[in-house]
């Protein structure tokens, strides 16, 4: 690859990046949340009868203590509550609340939003092979990281 391509390419990839992370930022501070937050209420709002921290972490591809940071910033605005696991003492599961519940459907909708506004003025097709671009992409870098998710 010429250095110009990669230039191009770096400068591309890390000015979608940054800008889409700020657009996540101000469309979930709509919702009093932050990038990250989004997820995991949405996972929890997929299992009515709530998640320990080891199964969440175990489905977002995360360690427990990043599980249990993320869930300590989310404590006071009274998304979920925390529940005793009978017969293990050491586990906690983690329920939403109404409230909770209730912002799943504007978390959808706020990646609705995003989705949508990032792939304005493409067709069907485009979208599909854009979204199976960014998967190679994805892919590729995951060979000089330790992502596994």
């Known amino acids: 690859m010429e250095l110009t391509d990669v230039l191009a390419t ?9 800008l889409y992370r700020s657009a996540q930022a ?26 320990t921290i080891s199964e969440i972490a175990a489905r977002l591809g995360v360690e427990q203590p990043t599980v249990t940071r993320s869930l300590s910033r989310l404590d006071q605005g009274g998304w979920f509550v925390r529940e005793p696991v009978p017969g293990d003492r050491r ?5 939403l609340t109404h409230k909770g519940r209730a912002v799943i459907p504007k978390i959808e909708a ?40």
Request: cysteine-free.
């Open 110 to 149: 706020a990646w609705r939003t995003l989705a949508e506004t990032a792939t304005a003025g493409m067709a069907t097709d485009q979208r599909a092979a854009f979204v199976e671009l960014l998967e190679k992409v994805r892919g590729n870098l995951r060979t000089l990281t330790a992502e596994t998710e």
């Open 10 to 18: 770096n400068k591309a990839l890390v000015k979608v990046a940054k």
């Open 26 to 51: 101000d469309v979930l501070d709509a919702l009093a949340l932050h990038p990250g937050q989004d997820v995991l209420l949405w996972l929890l709002g997929q299992e009515p009868d709530g998640m």
């Open 91 to 95: 586990a906690t599961r983690i329920r």
